[in-house]
């Protein structure tokens, strides 16, 4: 759901179980997607990438999905374990003029995930 | 392979003082971006550097801001002087070409 001010969108699971995290985009000429999972006190960290060429990418327990028509990005964490637990960014890339582009972060989602 | 370096992680200042971060990118990464993050949200592209060229600044607030990467590595960003909105955490990233960037642990910036 939406987020206002401190408040991010927050999924809780269990342990074992499948995560799904939403998120969605707001330019269409948007050429490449990244998700990135933040624990508390640390940067981003790199986990999946997605082209716009493709729909869906698998990793190892990832596995991120492209709806372009909707401009839609979900990331699906297999089996979650405590250690999954943290804020997760989606951020797109899109030309914006010349040789530049740039990317854009979207609102976190705070996973928890119980024992 | 080492990641991003940033320092410090941690600095406390009074308002109206100069503040200064800086950032060993990945070795090899081109590029080399700062951020800012505010409490709950995404980060904010500040700067990014192709080599020794700041090639976006439009969100870099000038008056106060300054960033530099006079070698093509190593980049430094200031503020002067401080004011009580720039609380945040400044975060470096690098990467090479438009590949995916990867960040520093960021430096938590506190202004009193």
């Known amino acids: 759901g939406e987020s206002v001010g401190l408040h991010l969108p927050t999924l809780s699971v269990q342990e074992g179980d499948n995560s799904i995290i939403n998120c969605a985009y707001s330019n269409s000429a948007s050429d490449y997607f990244i998700w990135y999972k933040q624990e508390s006190g640390k940067g981003p960290q790199f986990i999946i990438d997605i082209r716009s060429n493709m729909d869906k990418r698998q990793g190892q327990r990832v596995t991120v999905l492209l709806n372009k028509t909707v401009k839609h990005l979900s990331l699906q964490i297999a089996a979650t374990q405590p250690g999954d637990s943290a804020v997760y960014f989606c951020?797109?890339?899109?030309?914006?003029?010349?040789?530049?582009?740039?990317?854009?972060f979207g609102k976190g989602t705070l996973l928890t995930v119980n024992p | 392979e080492a990641g991003v370096v940033q320092s410090p992680r941690y600095k406390i200042i009074e308002k109206k003082q100069p503040v200064a971060f800086w950032c060993n990118p990945i070795s090899g990464h081109n590029t080399l971006y700062w951020y800012r993050q505010n409490l709950g949200q995404g980060p904010e592209l500040l700067i990014r550097?192709?080599?020794?060229?700041?090639?976006?600044d439009s969100q870099l607030p000038k008056d106060r801001f300054s960033a530099e990467r006079l070698k093509g590595v190593d980049s430094t960003l200031k503020i002067q002087p401080a004011e009580l909105g720039d609380s945040a955490v400044y975060l470096c990233a690098s990467s090479l070409n438009s590949g995916g960037e990867y960040f520093g642990p960021g430096t938590r910036l506190t202004v009193l």
């Open positions: 550097y192709e080599n020794e060229e700041a090639v976006d």
């Open positions: 951020a797109e890339n899109f030309p914006s003029g010349g040789s530049n582009y740039k990317l854009t």
